[in-house]
């Protein structure tokens, strides 16, 4: 049996390098020697000998036999689940897989509203009609909360024909609700939990993190293993530990969705990841959340920043991952993106993402208390130098009463769609996606009534300078419905 220490993906890789093969089979760049010369001074030339292309000796993402079997039996056995699967397209690819394993066309899915836009298109390939719950707003913390285990009872309650439940935790945020009394309720009714835990890949390895899906008892989970941990970007892992999905159909699922030409440099990194995770995890997380924690509390002694705590969040019902540090930056005068752009430009610090209210910083196994350090400093200068004017922003989501006319895959494939003045939308049934940033919560999806509410709501925002994702026009006056 193999130990975690072992990494037999990425040592079979290294093995062939040192065999120096000379190719005749895709990519063809041949082992580095057409790359431009300028990348190739850049990067070395080592790492192209890992771009090869499926052959035995490296085995193959859809029909493991040999090391990369070996390689996701250490990644479920490292997570403790049934079944482990490597992704090369991302996460997203991994939420399209969990409503295509566990639904079929037609079926109905409780999801909250907030949850990721890959899931617009996970519900657009499997055929299943959304139930939507609206997520809860604080708008002391200006954050958006995911949902809680009474609104997926209430929900259940409601729609008992519902084939599985899903939900998003940890969100950006860092917060986690309470997966393990949410997967009570759905096993009770045996309907099925997926859990996108994409920013959650690092919470099995150590103590002092909030519960993983894997641990809840979650029947499908999928993490982003690049966000947390080292692996490469679009690195990610489907988890299965289920007695109500069938395995064989996620394995068939996972197959369709992905390249039959995945980079091996890619399933390295996700090989490694697991191993240095299991190894070192807790060590190397002592020191992130060390760091983390300093940072909060410097920050909430700045004058115009401030950084919730995990005794805050815990008050609401939820925990807190604590290496995410989100910065309410609304007593500068000033919003999120404006702080993120001068970080960017004037201090060459990137945060992952922001919004009028936040900035939200992602900490994983690779900081240091240095990164923190130079982020607290650059908060202080911007402090002293920029002066914002008060701004009167809310956080506010409309009332969504989320009446699903079509399904939204009907709507996808059909060309009967028209455009309309806001002022004439009201009761027509949505054909588009509309997310105004903030709150990052879909006002508009295909298939759902459109109400007079939706329709002020969106033209408010026209008014306003709010960036809205989806909208086909220069200016927010019309949408796309489906005609009669």
Same mark, same amino acid.
């Given at each position: 049996?193999?130990?975690?220490?072992?990494?037999?993906?990425?040592?079979?890789?290294?093995?062939?390098?040192?065999?120096?093969?000379?190719?005749?089979?895709?990519?063809?760049?041949?082992?580095?020697?057409?790359?431009?010369?300028?990348?190739?001074?850049?990067?070395?030339?080592?790492?192209?000998?890992?771009?090869?292309?499926?052959?035995?000796?490296?085995?193959?993402?859809?029909?493991?036999?040999?090391?990369?079997?070996?390689?996701?039996?250490?990644?479920?056995?490292?997570?403790?689940?049934?079944?482990?699967?490597?992704?090369?397209?991302?996460?997203?690819?991994?939420?399209?897989?969990?409503?295509?394993?566990?639904?079929?066309?037609?079926?109905?899915?409780?999801?909250?509203?907030?949850?990721?836009?890959?899931?617009?298109?996970?519900?657009?390939?499997?055929?299943?009609?959304?139930?939507?719950?609206?997520?809860?707003?604080?708008?002391?913390?200006?954050?958006?909360?995911?949902?809680?285990?009474?609104?997926?009872?209430?929900?259940?309650?409601?729609?008992?024909?519902?084939?599985?439940?899903?939900?998003?935790?940890?969100?950006?945020?860092?917060?986690?609700?309470?997966?393990?009394?949410?997967?009570?309720?759905?096993?009770?009714?045996?309907?099925?939990?997926?859990?996108?835990?994409?920013?959650?890949?690092?919470?099995?390895?150590?103590?002092?993190?909030?519960?993983?899906?894997?641990?809840?008892?979650?029947?499908?989970?999928?993490?982003?293993?690049?966000?947390?941990?080292?692996?490469?970007?679009?690195?990610?892992?489907?988890?299965?530990?289920?007695?109500?999905?069938?395995?064989?159909?996620?394995?068939?699922?996972?197959?369709?969705?992905?390249?039959?030409?995945?980079?091996?440099?890619?399933?390295?990194?996700?090989?490694?990841?697991?191993?240095?995770?299991?190894?070192?995890?807790?060590?190397?997380?002592?020191?992130?959340?060390?760091?983390?924690?300093?940072?909060?509390?410097?920050?909430?002694?700045?004058?115009?920043?401030?950084?919730?705590?995990?005794?805050?969040?815990?008050?609401?019902?939820?925990?807190?991952?604590?290496?995410?540090?989100?910065?309410?930056?609304?007593?500068?005068?000033?919003?999120?993106?404006?702080?993120?752009?001068?970080?960017?430009?004037?201090?060459?610090?990137?945060?992952?993402?922001?919004?009028?209210?936040?900035?939200?910083?992602?900490?994983?196994?690779?900081?240091?208390?240095?990164?923190?350090?130079?982020?607290?400093?650059?908060?202080?200068?911007?402090?002293?130098?920029?002066?914002?004017?008060?701004?009167?922003?809310?956080?506010?989501?409309?009332?969504?009463?989320?009446?699903?006319?079509?399904?939204?895959?009907?709507?996808?494939?059909?060309?009967?769609? =028209?455009?309309?003045?806001?002022? =004439?939308?009201?009761?027509?049934?949505?054909?588009?996606?509309?997310?105004?940033?903030?709150?990052?919560?879909?006002?508009?999806?295909?298939?759902?009534?459109?109400?007079?509410?939706?329709?002020?709501?969106?033209?408010?925002?026209?008014? =306003?300078?709010?960036?809205?994702?989806?909208?086909?026009?220069?200016?927010?006056?019309?949408?796309?419905?489906?005609?009669?």
């Amino acid at each position: 049996m193999l130990k975690q220490d072992k990494a037999p993906l990425f040592e079979t890789l290294m093995g062939h390098v040192k065999k120096r093969v000379t190719s005749f089979h895709t990519p063809g760049h041949k082992n580095g020697r057409g790359i431009d010369r300028r990348l190739r001074s850049f990067t070395g030339k080592n790492v192209y000998y890992f771009d090869v292309t499926v052959f035995p000796e490296v085995d193959s993402l859809h029909d493991p036999t040999g090391p990369m079997k070996k390689a996701q039996d250490l990644l479920a056995k490292a997570y403790e689940v049934h079944n482990s699967f490597f992704l090369v397209n991302g996460s997203s690819c991994g939420n399209m897989a969990m409503f295509l394993s566990a639904c079929n066309p037609g079926d109905s899915v409780i999801v909250s509203r907030n949850a990721h836009r890959s899931i617009m298109s996970s519900i657009i390939l499997s055929g299943v009609w959304p139930i939507w719950i609206k997520p809860k707003i604080d708008q002391n913390l200006d954050i958006i909360f995911d949902s809680t285990p009474e609104q997926i009872e209430e929900a259940i309650n409601q729609f008992p024909e519902a084939k599985a439940v899903f939900i998003t935790s940890p969100t950006y945020n860092g917060i986690t609700t309470d997966l393990k009394r949410i997967a009570e309720i759905c096993h009770e009714k045996d309907i099925a939990l997926l859990v996108d835990e994409a920013h959650g890949a690092h919470l099995k390895f150590h103590n002092d993190f909030p519960i993983s899906a894997v641990d809840a008892g979650a029947d499908l989970c999928v993490q982003s293993v690049h966000k947390t941990l080292s692996a490469l970007s679009q690195g990610s892992v489907l988890h299965y530990n289920s007695n109500l999905i069938d395995l064989k159909r996620v394995k068939k699922v996972v197959s369709l969705l992905q390249t039959t030409s995945p980079n091996y440099l890619i399933l390295a990194s996700i090989d490694l990841a697991r191993r240095q995770a299991v190894q070192f995890g807790e060590k190397s997380f002592d020191k992130v959340i060390q760091a983390a924690e300093y940072g909060r509390k410097k920050i909430n002694q700045l004058m115009k920043y401030s950084c919730f705590t995990r005794q805050e969040i815990k008050k609401h019902g939820y925990d807190l991952d604590p290496t995410k540090l989100t910065i309410n930056v609304t007593r500068t005068g000033f919003s999120g993106y404006d702080i993120a752009n001068i970080l960017a430009k004037e201090y060459n610090i990137q945060v992952d993402c922001a919004d009028i209210f936040n900035l939200i910083a992602i900490m994983g196994i690779g900081s240091d208390k240095r990164d923190v350090k130079e982020l607290i400093e650059a908060l202080k200068d911007i402090e002293k130098k920029y002066h914002g004017h008060e701004q009167n922003w809310i956080l506010e989501i409309p009332s969504f009463p989320t009446e699903m006319v079509m399904m939204p895959r009907d709507i996808f494939l059909s060309a009967k769609t =028209k455009r309309v003045p806001l002022s =004439k939308a009201s009761g027509q049934i949505s054909a588009q996606t509309l997310t105004p940033y903030p709150p990052g919560i879909p006002v508009l999806i295909p298939g759902e009534r459109i109400t007079q509410e939706i329709c002020d709501y969106l033209s408010d925002l026209s008014e =306003k300078d709010i960036r809205v994702s989806g909208q086909e026009t220069d200016t927010l006056r019309t949408v796309k419905v489906v005609k009669e």
